[in-house]
């Protein structure tokens, strides 16, 4: 039985991944167990967690696979400095000891960082086990082969890998072949960012905010961005203007011809986002839904033969696209790869080494709702909750379920922490907040005092698979969080002569709907739908909910406070309770109430952390 170890590190979202003979077993980000958000650096812990929760020593793993191709990667940056040359030599000369000190020796480095993982493994043996993927060969193979496809179209989009930053593939059985391809500097990831950055937001997080910023705004930047930032061509293929950008050669994304072309500078992140912020979300938003809706089109008439198409890469994350695109109803069935991101590329490239060599039979999602990663018995929730002085209340599911229904029911915010945690950059149901979706302070109130983030930005509802479309326009399963779509026009509430003036964030003061804590301003929503068999515990409390509420609809939304990674332990969850106004956290068997609680526990920390 084959046993094959993944691994994605030293850029952002380091991760470790762990197959049995092609079986998903494990798989976990870094970041969730060094609690420093987007970690890049080698996975050990992940990976230690990986072989743990495997029952595998590392002497036992028959191949070790990285997710890119860094001598590869170093080519592209060395061409792209001789292109531009001698633009740029600042930052070329600052990045050169990186790669020659790691990057570019890595297969020595991870080596040594194996090698120190478990010294009785022989350094030959550790060699001969580690292999190498390329970087979107690594995405597209964690979105085909998880997914309950025998044939399908593969799309995957980013930033850049080692030159790709658009690949197509098909898939077919155990097999994936590039069919596609744009190279940098053209990306449309890149473009995406550079706006996320114009707009006063960190690049390879801030893009969600840039996604939820775009529909307070009018898109009247949109054809000014098609007619001078990027040209579309009929195969659905685009490529930049590049002299208004500056991310080949610079420190910056954006360059101070773009800052003309739109009328002002970039934004301090300190400074108000204002109405032309929001205008510029809503147009980069358009045009990138234009081009991705474009390009899908094109390949679904170049290629009948693949009536399924499948996502992964950090632009797979843009669920209001992702939502457009199934909308078209180009293609039979979309799937996507819920760590779309990098930490992904850990999972796909254990599994394009596996499929390179093994036949495969495709029986459902295999990515188990992506609970693939650490969990905890009640014996160490008790040890934990007891080291940190808490006081708990212990019962059975049934007893916590229907006291954790009245307490939604009245308003207050629940953390849930149970079973395995959720692999992906989404907390959907095992370590995430939830509250009820009818409270119409809800949205503010957990944005502000609970995440400590922007008041502007949306909540997700969860809702039962069964009930999905009595609220929602969406009639597919979305257990990942993937896809948006529109509240059903029977649960929206008419604006108000009032209400219809309102300009920028003066919207969020609008009701909406009947769920308006996870109603975006523009009627839509990031659905999440729940499977009782996939989740049973968050299935049946919000079939408990609809019981005592009438509604199977609630908030979910990760748990953590902003720029900390999603809680991994009991105590990183008890930190997040005593620390924010959540109100009660059920744990395992355990039910802790705010108010039970020893006051010189509550103790802010979201201070310590970085804005995002």
């Given at each position: 039985m084959a046993t094959v170890l993944g691994i994605s590190a030293y850029y952002h979202d380091s991760a470790a991944a762990l197959l049995r003979d092609g079986k998903i077993v494990a798989a976990a980000q870094e970041e969730r167990f060094s609690r420093k958000k987007f970690d890049a650096d080698f996975p050990r812990r992940s990976i230690q967690f990986c072989l743990n929760f495997g029952g595998v020593k590392l002497c036992q793993v028959d191949a070790i696979v990285f997710y890119d191709k860094p001598f590869t990667k170093f080519d592209r940056i060395m061409e792209t400095w001789l292109e531009f040359a001698p633009k740029g030599f600042t930052n070329f000369r600052k990045s050169m000891p990186v790669w020659i000190k790691e990057k570019l020796f890595l297969k020595s480095l991870l080596l040594d960082e194996f090698s120190a993982l478990d010294e009785s493994v022989p350094r030959e043996k550790i060699r001969n086990a580690l292999k190498f993927s390329e970087h979107h060969l690594s995405h597209a193979a964690s979105a085909f082969y998880p997914s309950p496809f025998e044939k399908a179209l593969v799309l995957v989009l980013d930033g850049v890998g080692e030159w790709v930053t658009s690949s197509v593939f098909l898939g077919d059985k155990n097999q994936l072949r590039r069919a596609k391809e744009i190279r940098f500097p053209h990306s449309l990831g890149l473009l995406y960012s550079a706006f996320t950055e114009y707009c006063g937001f960190k690049v390879n997080s801030g893009e969600y905010k840039l996604m939820g910023l775009a529909p307070y705004g009018k898109p009247r930047f949109s054809d000014l961005i098609r007619q001078e930032v990027v040209r579309v061509f009929d195969d659905g293929s685009f490529s930049l203007r590049l002299d208004l950008f500056?991310?080949?050669?610079?420190?910056?994304?954006?360059?101070?011809?773009?800052?003309?072309?739109?009328?002002?500078?970039?934004?301090?992140?300190?400074?108000?986002?204002?109405?032309?912020?929001?205008?510029?979300?809503?147009?980069?938003?358009?045009?990138?839904?234009?081009?991705?809706?474009?390009?899908?089109?094109?390949?679904?008439?170049?290629?009948?033969?693949?009536?399924?198409?499948?996502?992964?890469?950090?632009?797979?994350?843009?669920?209001?696209?992702?939502?457009?695109?199934?909308?078209?109803?180009?293609?039979?069935?979309?799937?996507?790869?819920?760590?779309?991101?990098?930490?992904?590329?850990?999972?796909?490239?254990?599994?394009?080494?596996?499929?390179?060599?093994?036949?495969?039979?495709?029986?459902?999602?295999?990515?188990?709702?992506?609970?693939?990663?650490?969990?905890?018995?009640?014996?160490?929730?008790?040890?934990?909750?007891?080291?940190?002085?808490?006081?708990?209340?212990?019962?059975?599911?049934?007893?916590?379920?229907?006291?954790?229904?009245?307490?939604?029911?009245?308003?207050?915010?629940?953390?849930?922490?149970?079973?395995?945690m959720e692999f992906g950059p989404r907390a959907l149901g095992a370590r995430s907040i939830i509250a009820d979706a009818r409270n119409q302070s809800m949205q503010m109130d957990l944005n502000l005092k609970i995440k400590f983030r922007e008041g502007f930005r949306p909540f997700a509802p969860a809702v039962t698979q069964e009930k999905v479309g009595e609220w929602f326009d969406l009639n597919v399963e979305s257990p990942y969080m993937l896809l948006v779509d529109q509240i059903r026009a029977d649960r929206l509430i008419s604006e108000s002569s009032e209400e219809s003036k309102l300009r920028g964030f003066e919207k969020l003061k609008a009701r909406r709907s009947q769920i308006p804590a996870v109603t975006h301003v523009d009627g839509s929503a990031r659905i999440q739908t729940i499977d009782g068999t996939v989740n049973p515990v968050f299935y049946s409390l919000l079939q408990e909910f609809e019981k005592v509420s009438g509604c199977p609809v609630l908030v979910n939304t990760s748990f953590n406070v902003r720029s900390e990674p999603i809680v991994e332990s009991p105590t990183d969850a008890f930190r997040c309770f005593m620390g924010t106004d959540i109100d009660a956290l059920w744990i395992g068997d355990f039910l802790l109430l705010k108010k039970d609680q020893p006051a010189h526990l509550l103790k802010k920390y979201h201070h310590r952390f970085e804005k995002d």
């Open positions: 500056d991310y080949c050669t610079g420190m910056r994304m954006t360059g101070k011809k773009l800052h003309r072309l739109l009328g002002q500078g970039p934004r301090d992140p300190d400074a108000p986002v204002t109405e032309f912020h929001m205008d510029v979300a809503a147009s980069i938003q358009q045009v990138t839904e234009e081009i991705l809706l474009k390009m899908v089109e094109k390949l679904r008439k170049e290629f009948p033969d693949y009536p399924n198409l499948c996502l992964a890469g950090g632009v797979a994350l843009n669920c209001v696209a992702n939502g457009k695109i199934l909308r078209k109803k180009l293609f039979n069935q979309i799937w996507i790869q819920p760590a779309a991101g990098d930490a992904g590329g850990a999972l796909g490239a254990a599994l394009a080494y596996h499929y390179s060599m093994e036949n495969r039979q495709p029986s459902g999602d295999q990515m188990q709702g992506a609970f693939l990663g650490s969990q905890y018995s009640n014996e160490e929730i008790r040890r934990q909750i007891q080291e940190f002085g808490l006081v708990s209340r212990e019962g059975k599911q049934e007893q916590n379920l229907a006291a954790c229904a009245n307490l939604l029911n009245e308003g207050q915010v629940l953390g849930l922490f149970q079973g395995r």
